[in-house]
């Protein structure tokens, strides 16, 4: 239930409708609240009058300078997203609809420009006394104030947004946080399982009934079906898999005769899946992404080695975190699922082999990435990590070797990679 409802959050997070409708439902409270004014404050509360005719004056003047603003600041979000997509990946894009900046400012013009029109219909049906005329011209002036602040603070956030630094940056933070979650829980509270195995003989498989990515799984849920039903569950894939009806989402170890249309849709239900994958339960997802960005970068219509060299930084940083051994529960409390093992090789791989492959022709980010290995080495508490490494070199310069043509950088290359096997070897002896 708790994974449900922080995956439930974190969809409302990057949902750009709700804030502003909240806040609109909010702003066109408060504009009817104001009509009855005089029936709700005191007789000793005196509050200044104000004609009609400025009330008039500003709401119309709000409607009309919110309706404008909202719309520039939805063409220029817009714009933004297109250049993040084109220039990042389009897998960054749920991180930016989530900024709060963002979000803020769009929910006060909407919100502002809501107050107007319910405080005009509200002028139209005579509902104000004068003390409602009173108040809802200083809500304006108010609402004005705010949005004006919030519209030079989008105004400075938007420049900075545009900086692909700063998506980067984001990119990353959202990847450590579900880096620590999961090296707290690898494996969800239920038994590891090396690898992703085929479903055995005497088995029943359930498959999800739509194609989509799984986000996130309920394994509090799934235990407690389970105990309910003397099931043992063997969950066949992990968050971030792409799954369909052909593909086995989940081994069930009783006969098949026992599983009703019941039970399987509620076994199903465990399973949260959308359209994009999530951040929650599935470290991958950001390291993907930088990776992305780091080989977008060096493609030949953009040519920005030096943004791949960043990527590059924060792989460093977010793989010397996952070199570590991650916390392992002695009695799993889902004693009834297993789940399969995410390895280091795997996020390693996920993470650089497409900047070894386009990257190398540029000794630059070679260099970089032969340096990364070796710092991730230096980090690794466990002599499994370090062959991994020392096989992500050999790919490294394997690519590097075949694509550089100047014998100088070929030189610098052999070098490099020879002092790095020489660190790696060094740590693997001292391992053993």
């Not at 006060?108 to 104000?128: D, S």
Request: net charge negative.
């Amino acid at each position: 239930m708790i994974t449900r409802l922080h995956n439930f959050v974190i969809r409302l997070r990057s949902a750009l409708w709700f804030r502003p409708t909240i806040a609109s439902i909010g702003a066109a409270a408060l504009a009817l609240i104001l009509a009855g004014t005089d029936r709700l404050l005191p007789e000793f509360i005196a509050i200044p009058e104000v004609d009609d005719d400025s009330v008039k004056e500003l709401l119309k003047l709000l409607a009309s300078a919110m309706l404008t603003v909202t719309t520039v600041t939805l063409s220029a979000l817009l714009l933004v997203f297109n250049m993040a997509a084109s220039q990042a990946s389009p897998r960054a894009l749920p991180g930016l609809m989530a900024d709060e900046v963002t979000q803020n400012a769009l929910s006060t013009f909407i919100a502002t420009f809501v107050f107007a029109m319910a405080g005009m219909l509200g002028l139209a049906l005579e509902a104000y006394d004068k003390s409602g005329l009173s108040l809802l011209f200083g809500c304006g002036l108010l609402l004005t104030i705010q949005a004006l602040r919030y519209l030079v603070q989008w105004m400075h956030h938007i420049a900075g947004t545009l900086r692909l630094g700063n998506i980067v940056a984001r990119v990353h933070t959202d990847t450590q946080d579900s880096l620590a979650r999961f090296l707290a829980d690898p494996y969800l509270g239920a038994h590891p399982v090396e690898g992703k195995r085929e479903a055995e003989n005497g088995t029943a498989t359930l498959a999800t009934t739509r194609s989509a990515y799984l986000c996130g799984i309920d394994t509090d849920g799934l235990q407690e079906i389970a105990a309910r039903n003397g099931l043992t569950i063997e969950l066949m894939c992990r968050p971030g898999d792409f799954l369909h009806r052909d593909r086995p989402a989940m081994a069930i170890h009783i006969g098949e005769e026992r599983l009703d249309d019941g039970l399987r849709e509620k076994l199903l239900g465990c399973f949260l899946l959308g359209e994009e994958r999530s951040y929650h339960q599935d470290p991958l997802l950001g390291m993907q992404i930088l990776g992305e960005i780091a080989s977008r970068a060096l493609s030949p219509g953009i040519n920005d080695p030096k943004t791949a060299i960043i990527c590059l930084d924060r792989l460093e940083a977010l793989l010397s975190q996952a070199a570590q051994p991650p916390q392992q529960e002695d009695v799993p409390r889902h004693d009834r699922l297993s789940l399969p093992a995410l390895d280091f090789r795997t996020m390693l791989d996920r993470a650089m082999h497409s900047i070894a492959r386009d990257g190398a022709t540029d000794i630059e980010v070679v260099l970089r990435q032969i340096a990364a290995l070796e710092r991730i080495a230096m980090a690794a508490d466990t002599a499994q990590i370090r062959p991994v490494l020392m096989d992500m070199l050999t790919l490294t310069t394997g690519y590097a070797e075949d694509a550089l043509s100047l014998k100088q950088d070929r030189e610098v290359l052999e070098q490099a990679a020879m002092r790095a096997r020489r660190r790696l070897s060094g740590s693997l002896a001292s391992a053993g």
